[in-house]
């Protein structure tokens, strides 16, 4: 069956524009199962762009996305969701007026077709949820309670509680010191134990070296270069979009 | 000391009302962000279906408030899904403007199948009532009242121990989010409009068997409305019961000043809102973010 060897996503000349500006041009990879990518790429790339093309939030103007080989392209969110696509925003967009484990939990009620359950049996999953992000013993706080690091923790668990194949990451990582960042990095790592494919954006470069097997480079809405993070992080097109033209010289020398 | 009494309980039968009148509208105020101004042509709706029911079959008009509840759910979701979906997202000059244009239409299709006579609904036991000493208690009045608590309640059951209430809760605090963890925002937003409606049939059944209807009575119901959950506070239901029965004991009250009669019913109820809002904008359940 074709299906089983066609990738989990599949972009396909993936373009959208916003007035005259293609923030994402004609952008093709793929992600395998089970696989834990990584995009990076300057301010203004098109990084965000792309994730809202994949969840929905966003109408393609040209190309295709397909999800474990049927198109998903132009679908609402809410439906995108269904199939099993989870999303963090880089602003973290928690419900306000809930506690950490009703967040979760509207997760659990609402998400992928595996999440799918009663009320009981959301907040046990949003308990286990928690548990894995690390928000187990703030789970009846209210979210303002919550420090930014938290928040973002809480992002995550939202997302992962909608049992989905596939998570979009945004930034997780913006705005963290490096010892948050590590633990960060261990909840992404966690999170992808437990089967899911992880797509991340990030600034931070440490996070794609750390936890990334693929990166995926985008300037001005084109992939620049796509490969295992060592190799195209020493890439000198990518160093020159993201340092300049003198500094990638200066780096040759 | 006996007329205090009777003010009393007098000011809650009447706040009864005044909940079930407001608990759809700060529902539908608070998740969707519309004032909606049709809300007072859905309460005499209800209350038409109310009268049909008693006058053509002979059913208790009591019995009658759970099909106006789910008439007007279905013709609130079918408004909401058709109509006033479509202006979500726009500011809210946009929402006055439709919800207005439905009002409208409400009240002249009305007009068209009952016309403008007054109707009331008169069950055998309307002229009884509970005597405690020289304080008539009309038995109508309790059990409305007793009726809007627990429309109240079982709305707030609904709103927070439900599948469909906590994406209500969830759309409410960011749609976004909502969406992105697989809420259907159309469907979210039609069912939150349509048990808007339903409470404001409800609404409708009891006031028929208070007082006489007619297509056109509709716009003082959006007025208590809105006065009911901006008293209370906007976003929970239990703040609009405390808004009803607050609204209901300062107009009996100030019905019983002397010189002051029903004539001035409106201008107390404005001023009192008018006092909430500048001393204690959050209403007086309502908690500032």
Redesign the interface.
Known sequence: MSAAVSPQLELRGVTKRFGGVAAVDGVSFEVAKGDIVGIIGPNGAGKTTLLNCI?G?QRLDRGDIRLNGSSIAGI????V??LGI??T?QIV??????TVR?NA???A????AQ?RR??AGAFALADEVLELVGLRAKADHPVSALTIPDRKRLEVA??V??RPQLLLLDEVMAGLNNVEVDDALDMVRAVHATGVTVLLIEHVMRVIVGVCRRAIVLDFGHVLAQGEPEVVLRDERVIQAYLGERYAKRLKS | MDAFVQLVILGLLAGGVYVAVGVGFGLVWGVLNIVNLAHGALVVVGGYITWQLFTGFGLDPFLTLPLDAAALFILGYALQRGVINRIIRAPLLFTFLLTFGVNLVIVNILLLIFGSDFRSVTPAYSGQGLELGSVVIPYVRLASLGAAILLAAGLAFLLNRTRIGLAIHAISADRDAAQLVGIDLRHAYAVTYGLGAACAGIAGGLIAMIQAITPTAGEPYTLQAFVVVILGGLGRVSATVVGGLAFGLVEAFGQSIPGSGSVFANAIAFGLMVLVLVTRPQGLMGRLH
């Open positions: 969840s939030t609402s969110p809410h439906r969701a269904k989870g999303r925003f967009k928690p419900f306000g007026s809930m009703e939990a509207i997760g009620l609402f998400g992928s999440a009663g009320v939202r997302a509680a909608t």
